[in-house]
């Protein structure tokens, strides 16, 4: 019988706060993390989410003596701090850390690749700071990393390779980032509105979260999510753009259902990827109709938080986990009018209802996709 998996814990660092409480009070105003920012010299303003790193190094200082650390590592030590307090680390725990782009900020103005730039030594870094002794594993596939780490943590513990694991996702924006997404023409000229009408784009955002994942549970748990199933498929559909048909969102939300035995009609709620870009949402559109899920209550983040990529998955599913403790929807914020092929249930203001089973899917560079199926318990 395989062992089943829970997360049982978990913290984020986003530009609306730095814990989960702060966080879900300023999603229920409606409170986005979006606005005007100036980052390039040779670029206007753009809309974006972005930690204020007065605030993060007020926290950081509060917490910590040592400061030799880089602005995202500050981000990732604050986020993981409060976890390892409650759980012990032994020599069967496994410390994951999902990023797409980590250090890349210590490359500017370098004729030498630094150290730290290597997503392994970042990893190495935090984990030899809370005293990890198993080895790092690094999951870094664009932005499938937050929701593919969560997978990995599970089936590592199911293969009995750990027996729990801390799972630690982030991103910062740096000029490398915003001048990528620029190339694609892809950044929105105004806040995001996943599945509308008059979306133009995306907004990049920051910000790193962490679970806490174990097969062996306690009576000091304040709450449990089972991690019921999981997939990821790559459609090789191009270097960039999704599959028109969503073929590999189908498949990986498909084979993530058939592994929890969970039906359509059972899932209560679809934490989606919802990017703001015209071919992801119609994509994801087509995706969850193919799979009979058009009915079912879903949200995009991304109007709250910008796109955090490698950290989107995990903190979404962190923001999807509170919405079923507190029974309640939160919107897709600035959704209008749809403007998708394909009719999807969007969530459009703060609503009650009981959740139990969770979908969370996400979509990247390169044609991955992943999805789990959570279920409160």
């Known amino acids: 019988m395989r062992k089943e998996i829970y997360i049982t814990d978990y913290n984020c660092v ?3 706060g730095m814990n989960v409480a702060s966080n879900w009070e300023a999603l229920l105003q409606g409170r986005s993390g979006i606005g005007l920012y100036k980052i390039m010299e040779n670029q206007d303003a753009f809309y974006a989410s972005i930690i204020n790193s007065e605030k993060l190094e007020e926290e950081f200082n509060k917490n910590f003596s040592d400061q030799d650390f880089t602005r995202l590592e500050k981000m990732f030590l604050l986020c993981l701090k409060p976890l390892v307090e409650k ?3 032994t020599d069967e725990t ?3 850390l999902s990023t797409t782009k980590g250090n890349i900020s210590l490359l500017k103005n370098q004729s030498a690749l630094p150290e730290g730039v290597y997503l392994s030594n970042l990893a190495q870094k935090i984990a030899d700071f809370f005293g ?5 594993i690094v999951v870094s596939n664009a932005c499938v990393s937050g929701v593919m780490a969560i997978a990995v943590a599970k089936n590592m513990i199911q293969a009995g390779k750990y027996k729990d694991a801390f799972v630690i996702a982030g991103d910062e924006i740096s000029e490398f980032v915003i001048s990528g997404f620029n190339s ?4 929105g000229t105004t806040p995001c509105k996943p599945y509308d009408k008059s979306r133009d784009g995306i907004n990049i955002g920051e910000a790193t979260a962490a679970a806490y994942v174990t097969s062996e549970l306690t009576e000091n748990e304040k709450f449990r999510f089972k991690v019921l199933g999981d997939s990821a498929i790559n459609d090789a559909n191009h270097i960039s753009g999704p599959s028109r048909t969503g073929d590999g969102l189908y498949a990986s939300i498909r084979n993530a259902m058939t592994e929890a035995k969970v039906s359509a009609e059972q899932i209560d709620f679809i934490s989606a990827h919802g990017t703001a870009t015209l071919y992801n949402d119609e994509m994801e559109a087509i995706a969850f109709n193919r799979m009979e ?3 079912v209550p879903l949200n995009s983040m991304k109007a709250f938080y910008g796109h955090c990529l490698g950290a989107s998955g995990l903190l979404e599913s962190i ?7 507190h029974d309640t929807l939160i919107p897709s ?3 209008e009018e749809p403007g998708i092929s394909q009719s999807l249930h969007i969530i459009k203001e703060n609503q009650p209802a009981e959740i139990n089973y969770i979908l969370k899917t996400a979509s990247g560079f390169g044609g991955c996709n992943a999805a789990i199926v959570l279920e409160k318990c």
Not at 184 to 187: C, D, G, K, L, M
């Open 94 to 96: 496994a410390f994951i």
């Open 319 to 325: 923001i999807s986990m509170e919405s079923a403790l």
């Open 333 to 335: 914020k600035n959704f």
């Open 87 to 89: 759980h012990n680390i």
């Open 14 to 16: 986003t530009p609306l």
């Open 184 to 187: 694609f023409q892809a950044i």
């Open 293 to 295: 899920l058009q009915h």
């Open 132 to 136: 990890f002794t198993t080895k790092p």
